[in-house]
């Protein structure tokens, strides 16, 4: 948990303390989620930002933490990414980060990128290869589509998904999809979600279903 404590504070001092450099580029909003399931309560926020208005350097992070009615901790989930990216054209380019989660533990994370986002819809992809002992290797989605249904409402949908292996053990280490759907008007967003998780070796299966809010700030 200390560990955590201190990649969440690095987090938050990369969104926020860096604002002023970015702050000359037409900006995403960052996103904040909160979703009350039947069975643990989920949080996520998000943010891709460019270092100045012509910069191919772009920043992209993502934070959730899952944690059960119960108060078992140890039942409790993470997951913390940093990472710088060079864009080289039609959204493709490398990154390299930090990754810290609750399956694999922290690790320094490299590989290649692709993101598209126009006012419908938004797709993020990256392969993160993990300097660890097991060689893990990650597929990162997140696709949004977010069509407009009236003057002052959209219709708002996810999908996000990992899928992290150990190339060196040969096993599954966790996989989760996410699900949302819902209505939009102006920043604000709310609906119905659902989780999906995979874990260990024997891919063991667990859900979470409910409703969401969502607040996307400028």
């Not at 930002?49 to 059960?68: M, R, V």
């Not at 694999?104 to 993990?130: C, D, E, R, W, Y």
């Not at 939009?184 to 967003?189: N, R, S």
Request: aromatic fraction near 18%.
């Amino acid at each position: 948990m200390k560990t955590l404590k201190i990649l969440l504070a690095i987090q938050l001092i990369l969104t926020f303390g860096t604002s002023p450099v970015f702050g000359q580029n037409p900006e995403p909003p960052v996103p904040v989620e909160i979703m009350i399931g039947h069975k643990e309560v989920y949080s996520q926020f998000i943010i891709k930002k460019f270092f100045n208005p012509t910069s191919k350097f772009d920043f992209f992070g993502l934070a959730t933490y899952s944690a059960n009615y119960e108060n078992n901790t140890a039942e409790n989930s993470a997951v913390i990414i940093s990472q710088v990216g060079y864009n080289f054209s039609n959204g493709f380019g490398v990154m390299t980060g930090i990754d810290f989660n609750s399956f694999s533990g922290f690790s320094p994370i490299l590989g290649p990128k692709h993101s598209f986002a126009n006012k419908k819809f938004l797709a993020v992809t990256n392969l993160s290869f993990f300097v660890n002992e097991s060689l893990d290797a990650k597929l990162f989605g997140l696709y949004e589509y977010h069509p407009g249904i009236s003057e002052k409402w959209k219709f708002y949908s996810r999908l996000q998904f990992i899928h992290n292996i150990s190339l060196n053990d040969n096993e599954h280490n966790i996989s989760n999809a996410y699900l949302r759907v819902g209505l939009q008007k102006k920043d604000f967003i709310f609906g119905l979600g659902g989780n999906f998780e995979w874990s260990g070796p024997n891919k063991v299966f667990s859900n979470n279903f409910g409703p969401f809010i969502r607040w996307e700030f400028e």
